[in-house]
Structure formats: structure tokens, C-alpha cells
């Protein structure tokens, strides 16, 4: 029987695949890339990523990286602009 004395928290990153799905990352772990073909499944194929991420590194006594806020995103807009004509 396995009991969890921790629990963290990461920020992951969902962006839709060219060929269908999900691919995600986590900006806290460098290196961690998983994908699934719904995105539920992505999203269980990143709880899955990130505890195994975890676990190595544990396993190699190396420390859990913390969780920084994430940056703001970007404001996207489209704008127009118009030409006089000669």
C-alpha cells in the first residue's frame, strides 16, 4: 500500500496537435513533453508525466522544483490599417 505524504501543484500546457489531440508540457520541467488523443487523456497522460518526473527525481536525490506563477499571457489582437492610395 502506497501512501502520498505530498502533493504539488504544476502548471501544464495543452496545445492542439497538427494530426489530432493534445500535446502537452510543463514549464516547471524542462524536458517534460506528453500528449493524448482527447483531453482527458492528455490530462491524465500529464498527472502520470509529472509524477514520474517527479519520482526520478527523487529517486536521484535531486530537488522538487517549485511552482513560479506563470507570466501573464500575451494580449492577442487583430488590428487594420489603412493606406492612402497614390
Same mark, same amino acid.
Given at each position: 500500500m502506497s501512501v502520498f505524504a505530498d502533493t504539488y501543484s504544476y502548471t501544464v500546457v495543452f496545445e492542439a496537435a497538427e494530426e489530432g489531440g493534445y500535446?502537452?508540457?510543463?514549464?516547471?520541467?524542462?524536458? +517534460?513533453?506528453? !500528449?493524448?488523443?482527447?483531453?482527458?487523456?492528455?490530462r491524465d497522460m500529464a498527472r502520470d508525466a509529472?509524477?514520474?518526473y517527479l519520482e526520478s527525481l527523487q $529517486?536521484?536525490? +535531486?530537488p522538487i522544483p517549485v !511552482?513560479?506563477?506563470p507570466k501573464p499571457e500575451p494580449v $492577442?489582437?487583430?488590428i487594420s490599417v489603412r493606406l492612402k492610395t497614390a
Open positions: 500535446v502537452v508540457t510543463c514549464p516547471a520541467l524542462p524536458g +517534460l513533453v506528453t !500528449e493524448g488523443d482527447t483531453l482527458e487523456e492528455a509529472v509524477r514520474g $529517486k536521484d536525490g +535531486l !511552482e513560479r506563477p $492577442k489582437e487583430t
